[in-house]
């Protein structure tokens, strides 16, 4: 499955909106006005060229400049966007020689006053910088918002289609790895512009090994990109935009991670019969009519929940689950916190800005247990501040127990108790007699957790300040 695509890079800013800016007193005298600056550099070499990295606003008071004409052709070789020249206290004014190579050269040539500093236009540059990404971001941010909106909609696969080509501008495909139409959505293209789409779909379909992550090209005016979707199934999203801005490659990733998971039912009917038998697992069905559409397992069960606490939508729950290798994903109605089922022998990592619970693997009959042990494993895990907490399989000593009478035992013992004072006690036994991580894990207050701690010894008739009676509670509360 894809990953989570990151933001936006910054967009470049344009000169034109530089020379807008009237403290600055720039003055366009030479080549085009519509580059578009990457960086600002400051050089007074006679050959900067080895030093650039193309796309730069160098900066210059022609301290070395001795060959203009040389020297505009080693800055267009470099792919510098624009020179500025800073008139005096070395010429008093820009020598006309470097004009006449400017314009020779097609290199933007712009006029510096003698009173802003070289510094006040690379400070100009970042604040214009900052904004356009700023700007960026926010239109990122709605665009993900309205793809999330149309993947929750009774046709999601063409909504998002729909929304992704709104979003760009463009036209937006689900293809085949043949360049068979299967949806599309957006403005209608030529027919080179279609045939065009449907050869990058054959370069990127991962039915051959080795194959890239996404391809772009551009026929006249409009922009083609292409991207494999996760499932093995060779389908691809290809795109076709009249523009081709900082910010459009992330919302195509968004888009890819949200098609990747919605187009399970294009991927057969075992695709679609595991997602659903998800939800009525989640909804309390029966084992038994669960495990014929999931199969024997080994499964584990994932709990998952942001680090800021928000609770996460279908987008960046999706993302987690692809990230994690499995579609089969719960946005936790009613909670915070999202549940995934991982098949096989696949195991849970921690992802930057989660903290995971992950119950051990075990058959498909045993997934309400293995529910209930991730949701405790998240609950250890946010107590303290692991990005991943795992709930270890019985081992050892205690699996040397008979399973029947341990069982047996354990429920004729902690019998006095109720539910909630049975997981406090589980909770407070596994962190170590800790007052306040069990606060945290539970939620609660800890002097709550003190009272509900004295009342289990109440009940039980035990001093939970011996080591013999706290590993034998714990033995106990094992066996549930």
């Known amino acids: 499955m894809p990953e989570a695509p990151p933001g936006p890079p910054t967009p470049p800013v344009a000169l034109a909106a530089l020379l807008a800016l009237e403290e600055l007193g ?4 030479a080549g085009p006005a519509d580059a578009e600056l990457l960086w600002v550099h400051t050089s007074e070499m006679a050959d900067p060229y080895p030093y650039l990295l193309g796309g730069e606003l160098l900066l210059s008071a022609g301290v070395l400049l001795t060959d203009p004409d040389t020297y505009v052709a080693r800055l267009v070789e470099a792919g510098a966007a624009a020179l500025g020249f800073g008139v005096r206290p070395v010429h008093d004014t820009v020598p006309p020689e470097l004009v006449a190579a400017c314009e020779r050269y097609g290199m933007p040539l712009v006029e510096v006053p003698p009173g802003t500093p070289f ?20 239109r990122v941010t709605r665009a993900q918002q309205a793809l999330a909106t149309a993947a929750a909609r009774p046709d999601p696969v063409p909504a998002v289609l729909h929304q992704l080509a709104v979003q760009l501008g463009g036209r937006a495909v689900l293809l085949t790895a043949g360049g068979e139409e299967l949806h599309a959505a957006g403005r209608p293209q030529a027919p080179e512009v279609t045939g065009a789409l449907g050869r990058l779909a054959r370069v990127v379909a991962r039915e051959r090994p080795g194959s890239p992550a996404s391809a772009t090209d551009t026929l006249g005016d409009t922009s083609l990109l292409a991207y494999p979707l996760g499932g093995g199934e060779g389908l691809v999203l290809a795109l076709a935009t009249p523009r081709r801005e900082a910010g459009d490659h992330t919302v195509a990733g968004i888009a890819v991670v949200l098609l990747s998971l919605l187009a399970a039912p294009h991927q057969g009917a075992d695709a679609a019969g595991r997602s659903a038998a998800l939800v009525r697992m989640l909804l309390g069905a029966d084992p038994g009519e669960v495990a014929p559409l999931l199969g024997e397992g080994p499964w584990t069960v994932v709990h998952a ?7 996460a939508d279908p987008l960046t729950a999706g993302a987690l689950g692809a990230t994690l290798g499995s579609a089969l994903v719960d946005t936790g109605r009613g909670t915070d916190a999202v549940r995934v089922l991982l098949p096989g022998g696949l195991e849970p990592t921690p992802q930057p800005g989660w903290t995971l619970g992950a119950s051990s693997p075990g058959p498909v009959t045993a997934l309400s247990g293995a ?12 107590a303290t501040r692991a990005p991943l907490a795992a709930d270890a399989p019985v081992t050892g000593i205690a699996a040397l127990i008979p399973p029947g009478p341990a069982a047996e ?6 019998a006095p108790l109720t539910a909630p004072l049975a997981e406090t006690l589980r909770c407070w036994l596994s962190l170590h007699g800790s007052w306040d991580r069990t606060a945290v894990a539970l939620s609660v207050h800890r002097n709550t957790v003190r009272q509900r701690i004295g ?7 035990v001093d939970l300040d011996d080591m013999d009676v706290r590993t034998e509670l714990w033995l106990a509360l094992r066996q549930e």
């Open 26 to 29: 720039l003055r366009s005298i």
């Open 119 to 138: 510094t006040a236009i690379a400070r100009a540059v970042w604040g214009l910088m900052a904004a356009a990404r700023h700007r960026e971001l926010r």
């Open 305 to 311: 929940r942001r680090g800021d606490g928000a609770h």
């Open 371 to 382: 529910d209930s042990r991730a949701a405790r494993a998240l609950r250890h895990a946010e």
């Open 409 to 414: 035992h354990a429920r004729a013992l902690l």
């Open 455 to 461: 009342r289990c010894g109440v009940l039980l008739g």
